[in-house]
């Protein structure tokens, strides 16, 4: 297999994994800061942006000061678990957070709650079965 296609199947998945990620932080968001969606989507914007300022700087240093761009890929790499593991542990400890992707339909809500279905939710469910 020549070099430049393995690179180039390497860079679309990087991509691909890139845009994941950031589909699924701006999906968590709201999900956790339902209240708070305009502060914490503009936190995670700043954060993303100061981030993308200080890569540059990292990866510039190491390579100067070392002579190779691997020691600032290896602290990125270690940041990046940090990150994982302390993100883990408080999703362990929150009790409140959405841990599933499927929403609940009116229907469930209500019947959750005790509460008749609204007219809407009752066509969409279907003849009532007694």
Same mark, same amino acid.
């Given at each position: 297999m020549?070099?430049?296609?393995l690179m $180039?199947?390497l860079l679309?998945?990087g991509?691909v994994?890139f845009?994941?990620?950031?589909?699924?932080?701006?999906?968590l &968001?709201p999900?956790?800061? *339902?209240r708070?969606?305009?502060?914490?989507?503009?936190? &995670?914007?700043?954060?993303?942006?100061?981030?993308g300022?200080l890569l !540059?700087?990292?990866?510039?240093n190491?390579?100067?000061?070392?002579?190779?761009?691997g !020691?600032g890929?290896e $602290?990125?790499?270690?940041? $990046?678990l940090?990150?994982? &593991?302390v993100?883990?542990?408080l &999703?362990?400890r929150q009790e409140?957070?959405?841990?599933?992707?499927?929403g609940t339909?009116? $229907?469930?809500a209500?019947?959750?709650?005790g509460?008749?279905? !609204?007219v809407?939710?009752?066509?969409?469910?279907? !003849? *009532?079965?007694?």
């Amino acid at each position: 297999m020549r070099l430049e296609y393995l690179m $180039a199947g390497l860079l679309i998945g990087g991509m691909v994994c890139f845009g994941m990620g950031n589909g699924t932080v701006f999906q968590l &968001v709201p999900q956790r800061f *339902a209240r708070e969606i305009g502060a914490a989507t503009g936190m &995670v914007g700043a954060l993303g942006g100061f981030g993308g300022f200080l890569l !540059p700087l990292l990866l510039g240093n190491m390579k100067q000061g070392v002579g190779s761009f691997g !020691p600032g890929f290896e $602290a990125l790499a270690a940041l $990046a678990l940090t990150a994982f &593991v302390v993100l883990r542990l408080l &999703v362990l400890r929150q009790e409140g957070w959405v841990r599933s992707w499927r929403g609940t339909t009116a $229907a469930e809500a209500a019947e959750a709650n005790g509460s008749p279905l !609204p007219v809407a939710a009752q066509a969409a469910r279907g !003849p *009532a079965t007694s």
